[in-house]
């Protein structure tokens, strides 16, 4: 039971750490954590790929809400932006987390892990790949003032953004991971929003798509809640932390953590999934 409580809470504040450092909420980490301590070696009763979603989208909620605060006191967060994205991530959050109830744990691991690789590599092309035309229109184009004054331009139609979003969303509740591991080389790569406006924003849309796919998991019962409690505390401490660290960081340092940590655990993943 200690060793348990001791792994629930590392896995919390490591994750959390992570997760708010690079913008991706920490989802990425806590499944297939808690699917490998609980599931491989049955060192957390009970657990199932479906209650390692909805517990890491419990989890998300918190760790969302807490970097979100912290990011928007440095004006990292562009709150216009993060609201047209969450009319399609919301509802799209909701709608997946029914679709995780027929995922088995081998297509767990390889979906999630195929997706992985795939975002990891995106961001490795994305300095290549020109803009689309349709977000250059200067009707689109509006300002944002990061924390030191410059001035930033960017913008995009709403019925593209909602669209999009909407398929991310049913991606978080599907795989429990809070958008944010799509959403920031999204917003990077087709929005043209720099990094560090674009992982503060990320976690606004954590907060929100993770607490819509939380509920349609509470109400299959998909939450382990006794994983939950320690997870919860240890995250929002580790939240805190991320924050503060990522300003240490440059953009392009952080967008190279984050695609590592994507590449690394999609292969993980994926060699489950086939031996």
Known sequence: MILTIIILICIGLFSSILGA??????GVIIVPALVFFGIKLGMIEGMTPQLAIGTSSMI???TGFSAMVQYNKSNQVDRYSGSIFLIGLVPGAFVGSYASASLTLDSFNLYFGSFL???SIILMVRDKIPPL???QNPKYLRPHIDADGVVHQYGFPVWIAVAITF???FTT?????GGGVLMTPLMIIVFRIPPTIAIGTSMM?????SFSSAIGHALQSHVQYFSLIFLAVSSYFGARIGVKLASRFTSDGLVKILRTVLLLIG???ILEAIL
């Open 205 to 209: 849309l954590i907060f929100f798509s």
């Open 173 to 177: 509740g599907l795989f429990g991971i």
């Open 117 to 119: 690789i795939i975002i």
């Open 133 to 135: 035309k349709v977000f």
């Open 60 to 62: 998300l909620v918190i």
């Open 267 to 269: 292969l993980y993943l």
């Open 21 to 26: 450092l690079v913008g991706m909420g920490g």
């Open 167 to 169: 398929l991310v969303g």
